[in-house]
């Protein structure tokens, strides 16, 4: 925990003094940069609040039988009701307005919520098996989620004439899509036989992912600032591999 605090301060720092260079900022508004840090390090604080509850998390995941009545309601306030509000709203504002204020009344926000669930759903796959004919299931949806998410982004954003994208965290698209990822790597990745060579790539450059998440924004920001080079100065079929590739 006090490993990725010190992190996220550090690397806070030092966009909020980038910031300042670029935007002339004064002194008061690049502290309070550095408090808010920038748009990518919510990871961060994120992480870390995860990691002060991870104790009390281990104490849930001991009891199978209460492990999954905690997993079943999270699904239910984390996934499904968020997604079904959305829905509502989209129909019925006033609807939508009332049924969140009934929900917030139980107080159930902080004690279920979207990243934990991520967190403790990810340990539930990989510690126990998923039998065959629910991983073709898994699959399925896993398809459809990544299917409904690229379609139906480009098609409401082209209709509305601005962007509306699918892709939050706690939308059950991305939910199907990223359990097939993960038991499609579990399933068919985990005990891959490779030669010592790969493997050893392979796990440098998984050491290496943390600090190009930390970095990304910097490069593509610096590409845009100085070079006017991002994913829409050429054709985006070719732009985001390259430039991600950069």
């Known amino acids: 925990f006090y490993s990725k605090y010190i992190k996220l301060l550090f690397w806070s720092f030092l966009y909020s003094l980038r910031e300042k260079a670029i935007h002339k900022n004064n002194y008061k508004k690049t502290i309070l940069i550095f408090l808010k840090g920038h748009y990518h390090l919510w990871y961060l604080f994120r992480i870390c609040g995860l990691y002060l509850i991870t104790p009390f998390l281990k104490q849930i995941t001991k009891n199978e039988k209460l492990f999954k009545i905690f997993l079943v309601l999270n699904i239910l306030f984390s996934i499904l009701i968020p997604n079904l509000l959305r829905i509502i709203y989209y129909n019925s504002k ?45 699959y399925i949806l896993g398809f459809f989620g990544t299917t409904f998410t690229s379609q139906m982004t480009y098609y409401i954003s082209f209709k509305k004439n601005k962007k509306i994208d699918f892709y939050s965290y706690f939308y059950i698209n991305i939910f199907f899509t990223s359990i097939g990822i993960f038991i499609f790597f579990k399933y068919n990745f985990n005990n891959l036989k490779c030669r010592k060579n790969i493997k050893y790539f392979i796990q440098k450059l998984a050491l290496l992912t943390f600090g190009v998440y930390i970095i990304h924004p910097f490069v593509i920001e610096e590409l845009s600032i100085r070079f006017n080079l991002n994913t829409l100065s050429y054709e985006p079929l070719f732009s985001v591999p390259i430039n991600s590739l950069i």
Not at 110 to 128: A, H, T, V
């Open 94 to 138: 006033d609807y939508y307005i009332t049924l969140t204020g009934i929900i917030s009344k139980f107080g159930l926000n902080g004690f279920f919520n979207c990243n934990q669930f991520y967190y403790i759903f990810g340990f539930y796959l990989n510690r126990y098996n998923i039998k065959p004919l629910l991983r073709i299931m898994i």
